[in-house]
């Protein structure tokens, strides 16, 4: 897989989240703990999460 950093991770050592994107998935990992395991999401689960993002869903 082609891992890559998030642009919206921060640049210190507590905020970093790495993304592949798959054909029918993406998939997110811990930076910091690549072997803990990683997150798979359908693209359309994704894709919403996304939406809802961008809509200040999860503003506090």
């Keep these: ?6 642009s919206r991770s921060g640049s210190g ?3 970093c989240v790495e993304l592949a994107i ?3 998935a ?5 930076t910091k703990d690549r ?5 798979r999401v359908n ?3 994704w894709a919403g999460f996304l ?3 961008k809509a200040g ?4």
């Design 22 to 24: 798959g054909e029918a």
């Design 26 to 30: 993406t998939y997110i990992r811990d």
């Design 51 to 53: 939406d809802d993002v």
């Design 43 to 45: 693209q359309r689960a």
């Design 13 to 15: 050592p507590r905020e």
């Design 35 to 39: 072997d803990g395991g990683t997150l």
């Design 57 to 60: 869903r999860f503003d506090r």
């Design 1 to 6: 897989m082609n891992w890559r950093k998030s």
